[in-house]
């Protein structure tokens, strides 16, 4: 496991990272596990560290293949993507679509000009200001990219939130990539006799959220 930066340079209302680690700031990376196979690289926001570049050199002297969890779509440029790809990957580069508000098609669509769909997996937060529409967009747009989704329900703080039964199934579709690369969630039956259409049915979006 590395790290090269702690904190993040967003401030995101589900999210404790800038509350308990600050700004982003560098740090120095621990020592090396001689018996590593692979290296897991933790930092919250990689890119947003000023200094990103010397820690994709450092990583390449490793000569290991890597994981990368903190990778914010939302500032990748062509300099970023272009370093990312010339990494050796272990896994998914993950990514997060959490914010319906902000429509990252065109981010997404630029990523995948430079690293292959299929090494890429995009968190999806539900159940947290999001409507069942900016829900099934945000998973239609990464199926139509080739992208893999992992749909997370929203947790509080205190863990006491019970995510709802629409949240559940949502998640229990898209999370399985053969049942959502085979079927649309309104065509998805989790029990004998209910279809996920009837979530869109039944769901009016509060009058603030509608268009
Ligand atoms: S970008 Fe990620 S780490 Fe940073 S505040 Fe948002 S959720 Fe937390």
Not at 27 to 33: F, R
Not at 104 to 118: D, F, G, N, S, V
Not at 159 to 182: C, G, H, M, V
Request: with cysteine.
């Amino acid at each position: 496991m590395q790290f090269y930066s702690r904190g993040c340079i967003r401030h995101c209302p589900f999210c404790l990272v800038h509350d308990k680690e600050g700004a982003i700031h560098p740090v120095e990376p621990m020592a090396w596990n001689p018996r590593a196979e692979w290296i897991e690289v933790l930092d919250n926001n990689f890119f947003a560290n000023p200094e990103w570049r010397w820690a994709i050199e450092d990583l390449k002297a490793q000569r290991l293949p890597v994981k990368f969890h903190g990778v914010d779509i939302r500032i990748m440029d062509e300099e970023q993507a272009v370093a990312l790809n010339s990494i050796r990957m272990k896994g998914y580069i993950h990514i997060a679509w959490d914010l319906p508000q902000i429509d990252l098609t065109e981010r997404l669509q630029a990523m995948t000009k430079y690293i292959r769909p299929q090494k890429i997996a995009c968190y999806v937060l539900v159940g947290f200001n999001s409507t069942r529409e900016q829900d099934l967009h945000r998973l239609r747009t990464l199926k139509r990219l080739g992208i893999l989704p992992f749909v997370q329900p929203y947790r509080d703080y205190q863990n006491q939130r019970q995510p709802s039964q629409y949240e559940l199934d949502i998640a229990r579709w898209a999370n399985r990539a053969w049942l959502f690369k085979t079927m649309d969630f309104l065509d998805y039956e989790p029990r004998k006799g209910f279809r996920c259409s009837a979530y869109m049915d039944e769901y009016k979006p509060p009058v603030s959220q509608k268009n």
